[in-house]
């Protein structure tokens, strides 16, 4: 079946610093993969998207490439902020499986002045 | 276009009791899901509607759990005879009709549930 692994978190930085998080997959089909985003009291926001190998998703400074041989979708940013602070989910979308997003576990994010 | 809204965003009851959520999609999307995500966990997929169709149910959507969409545009959740492990925040999400692989979804605040 489908699955997301993503790395465990909490993750700590200090501002400015570089952000990785890194997301594994496993999918029958062509998958697309998601980056949600959720925010202390907020819901769940697509940060990026990628449809097919080698896509670069990005917005807001994040960036994160679908690779196939390595079945990975890891999220960057060069220079993270306070407002970063949050909890970020890897998601995968299949083609047989139009119903529903797989989503890993979440990697908090917290990010210190 | 406001989003997806749910309501109420809060709901405590007692086991046993029964409990409805709401969601309202955008307006233009034909595709609904439910979701539930317990605490320190991605959110489980429950269910989706096409229109007012209902065309896929996760094994984790016991027979206590039902749900409806009969105008194809809300739709409701509906646990019978709560229990505790039922505690979770609920869900919704919307979305159009994708092309291959996209299926982007946009997710709604959530009911938080509690079964005391």
């Known amino acids: 079946g489908n699955s997301v692994t993503q790395m465990e978190g909490p993750v700590t930085l200090s501002e400015e610093a570089f952000l990785t998080i890194n997301c594994t997959y496993t999918a029958t089909g062509y998958p697309s993969l998601f980056w949600y985003v959720q925010y202390p009291g907020e819901g769940l926001q697509l940060l990026l998207k990628a449809t097919k190998a080698d896509d670069k998703g990005s917005n807001k400074g994040f960036e994160a490439t679908y690779r196939k041989e390595t079945t990975s979708f890891h999220l960057e940013k060069g220079s993270v902020q306070v407002s970063d602070s949050a909890v970020y989910f890897c998601a995968l979308g299949t083609t047989d499986s139009w119903g529903k997003l797989q989503f890993g576990a979440g990697t908090q994010v917290v990010v210190t002045p | 276009d406001t989003g997806v809204s749910q309501n109420p965003r809060h709901k405590i009851t007692k086991r046993g009791q029964n409990v409805t959520f709401r969601c309202d999609p955008i307006s233009e999307h034909n595709r609904l899901y439910w979701y539930r995500q317990t605490l320190g966990q991605g959110p489980e997929f429950l269910t989706y509607?096409?229109?007012?169709?209902?065309?896929?149910k996760s094994r984790l959507l016991s027979d206590r759990f039902s749900a409806e969409r009969p105008k194809g545009s809300f739709s409701t959740l509906e646990i019978q005879r709560t229990e505790q492990g039922d505690s979770a925040m609920y869900l919704c999400?919307?979305?159009?009709?994708?092309?291959?692989?996209?299926?982007?979804?946009?997710f709604g605040p959530g009911t938080r549930l509690t079964v005391l």
């Open positions: 999400a919307s979305s159009l009709v994708a092309l291959a692989g996209n299926n982007e979804q946009f």
């Open positions: 509607f096409q229109n007012e169709a209902q065309l896929e």
